[in-house]
């Protein structure tokens, strides 16, 4: 019975191909609402994240995390965010989010995250984020509504 349980979850969690005895469509639908709820569960980690892909936000992480075990909602948006961030679709909305993570934590995709001890800069998606003695400042590199001038003659 573990095995069986263990393969419905695997089927659930990880799109395992599900386990004789199973309804597939049952199973599927099931697996959609899980990564759903799962999306709902990072928006509230990672608001500013989820606020970059407006109304695509579960469909996006969804298919994303259709593929990723679950780390917990804080590790799975700071994972989907790198993951955007090196790929350089990081929406600029959560660039100030990840940043600031980055520098106040130090987190290297396995274990959970732990505070960072020593100052630190960190960037992503044009946002720079400085951390000393456990403050952050965020700057960003936006050049955007600057006008360029034409030279006078």
């Known amino acids: 019975m573990a095995t069986r349980q263990a393969e419905l979850v695997e089927a659930l969690t990880r799109a395992k191909p599900v386990p004789e005895g ?4 049952k199973v599927a639908a099931a697996r959609v609402a899980l990564l759903r709820k799962r999306a709902g569960e990072v928006a509230r980690q990672w608001p500013m994240l989820a606020a970059g892909f407006g109304d695509r936000w579960k469909a996006s992480f969804s298919s994303w995390a ?3 075990p679950t780390q917990g909602s804080l590790r799975d948006g700071w994972d989907f965010a790198r993951d955007l961030d090196g790929r350089g679709e990081l929406p600029a909305i959560a660039g100030a989010e990840l940043a600031e993570r980055e520098a106040r934590w130090s987190y290297d995709g396995s274990a959970a995250p732990r505070t960072r001890r020593g100052p630190a800069v960190r960037s992503a998606a044009g946002t720079f984020a400085v951390q000393v003695a456990g403050h952050v400042r965020i700057v960003r590199l936006s050049y955007a509504g600057t006008r360029s001038r034409k030279p006078s003659t």
């Open 22 to 25: 199973f309804d597939a469509v």
């Open 66 to 68: 259709a593929t990723q």
